[in-house]
């Protein structure tokens, strides 16, 4: 979306509709300036409306100021305001606009705050967002223009829409059919962001096979897509010790011969978006070029039920060497994350690892759709990553893990199974099992956004996320990095 800003008056803009946040119980700074028949009639309207959060109203000027619409939208008490109401509400006119068919729009941005024009951007770029690639008809975006006090505030928007590019290309890669997006195309989309400082690696099944990636190449068997480990490294340099962000990118999950029902089997096209979340983190994240070193991890493949697919009751030896019997075939997430997480731990020395799957449905039972779950060896990183969901609105609860969830992964024939008890803690035996996968006591966060990464019939309506992938831990992610 086309972004621009402008040091002016808002009575002298020329624009198709000159939009205004408005505070319950409160006068506008700007109601006296306005005179003659169209002020008077906005006054009205200001007076005659509580402006509760996101009550709007459009007025027609008939040429009595520049602007030839003006959209007044509430935010609720003053005392209550915070940036998830300003993206709300502007995502909401946003949509107004658009409805409206209007090649462009201003919004006045409140004086009292610049954390309001990171909100206003979200909430207008990622409003607009629409999967409409297998369609004829394209909506057109309209352009808008923010009416700024401050040129400083430049810098946060441009900074704002790089991180939206990085939640789009998440959205844009998860929403993708399966018969368009297999781990060979999950690579490539990888290489496509590759730079000078952001270097991609493709590790494909025969070099797999050699380094005894079997989580990975176990789960991939059944499928002829073929298996794909894919490392991106940002800023790598000798020595250094990065940030690792893993994704499980399981680009089909049919559940394996451990056959998922057929109702909502569509929707396991979404699979794939952790992996999709490190895609757009790790694209943001050059285009920042945010002062840090960081890799990205993201397991590939397609959980597919055939003649050469791996069994329950199988018995695989990971690549950190612990023996695993496969229980549920559909467990199959943990399995290559667990790969991807030892290897990036024993690769990196990293100082954290986060790791980010659609890893059990046990979560969205546990939290609905609307909450991530997350788990952690260490408190205080989970302090800090709290405090950055709270800022981007991007909600996670933390679940507990202790050695007694561990002891339900036990196996008898193995060291571990692939899942616990049935109906017991599924986000945390699953979770368990992928702590077994860290070995150097490295702070790690598992983040299970089974529930939030799509839009699913029990999801808040937010205005900023549209049908499909949500691109969910994007944001969570860039503002932990940069404020860490
Ligand atoms: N990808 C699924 C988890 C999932 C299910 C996410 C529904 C979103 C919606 C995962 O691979 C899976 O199948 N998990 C199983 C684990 C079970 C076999 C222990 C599950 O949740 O049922
Ligand atoms: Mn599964
Ligand atoms: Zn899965």
Redesign the pocket.
Known sequence: MKIVTEVKNHLYKNTKALCHFIYENEKPYWINEIHGRVGNTIKQIISNTEWKEGEIRIIETHGLILAEKVILIGLGLRKNLNSEKIRESTGKITREIQKMKLPEYTIVLPKESQEFARSIVEGAELSMYNFDKYKINQKITPILCILIHDKKINDIIIKTQKINNGVIFARDIANLPPNDCAPAKMAKFAKSIATSTLKCRVLTKDYLEKKKFNGIISVGMGSKNEPRLIVLEYNIKKNDRPIVVVGKA?TF?T?GI?L?PSDKLD??KF?KCGGCVVLGIMKAVSELKLPISLVGIIPSVENMPGGNSYRPGDIIKMYNEKMVEII?T????RLILSDAISYGETKYSPKAIIDFA?????C?TALGTNVAGFTTNNDDFATKFKESSKRCNEEIWQLPLNNDYMDMIKSDVADIKN?GPKGAA?TIT?AAFLFHSINKNTPWIHVDI?GTSWIQPSTKFRSYNSKGATGFGVRLTIDYLTNN
Do not use: Q
């Open positions: 399981v999950d559940g451990s998922k929707e396991m699979d549920n559909d467990a199959e997430g659609t890893l059990t449905g046990a969205i899942t599924g699953a089974a």
